[in-house]
């Protein structure tokens, strides 16, 4: 396994639409396994494909240690070309983070609970309903497969208030605890 730097704000290949996984190869499975590693050695809750430079539709997530102690913990979870089939229940802020902008953290209003069909790391089809953490840290996800980043849904003044740390970022000033793919 292997622990891929992660490309940070600014990046092109954030801003583009992932590729869909047509085919699941020895490769393809190496790669899961390597953004599992990656996301565990950020101490990340989630990584997307594009966060590593992939366009690709590919998410991991592992939102355990944010789940309230009732709460049933899935664990480690891969998402192969994911599809939100349905968002409901009340829209609510919470506080969102990405690896991709270190250190830089908002309210984000989405709703509550979604209904996601996706392959796993077997690429065998999947069907989840997802409420609290878990549905927050996939949209969360899912929006860097469409190239959206949760700065994206800011007010114009709330964005403000975070630009010199986003200047920061992108002209690869920010000190972070895991590797970053140094600017081109
Ligand atoms: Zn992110």
């Not at 730097?5 to 490769?27: A, Q």
């Not at 565990?40 to 590593?52: D, H, K, M």
Request: proline share 6%; with cysteine; glycine share 6%.
């Amino acid at each position: 396994m292997a622990i891929l730097p992660i490309v940070t704000y600014n990046d092109p290949v954030l801003r583009k639409k992932g590729e869909h996984v047509e085919e699941f190869t020895d490769e393809t499975r190496q790669f899961v396994a390597d953004m599992f590693e990656t996301m565990y050695n950020s101490e990340g809750v989630g990584l997307a494909a594009p966060q590593v430079g992939v366009s690709l539709r590919i998410f991991v997530l592992d939102a355990d240690n944010m789940m309230d102690e009732e709460d049933e913990k899935p664990g480690p979870m891969a998402f192969v070309n994911p599809e939100i089939i349905e968002k409901k229940g009340m829209k609510i802020p919470m506080d969102e983070g990405c690896l991709s902008i270190p250190e830089v953290t908002d309210k984000v209003v989405r709703p509550e609970t979604v209904v996601v069909k996706y392959k796993d790391e077997n690429f065998e089809d999947q069907e989840i309903e997802a409420s609290g953490w878990l549905a927050r840290v996939i949209q969360h996800e899912y929006d860097h497969l469409d190239g959206v980043l949760f700065i994206d849904y800011l007010s114009v003044f709330r964005k403000r208030m975070h630009k010199a740390d986003l200047k920061e970022i992108e002209n690869g000033e920010r000190e972070t605890r895991y590797p970053i793919k140094p600017k081109d």
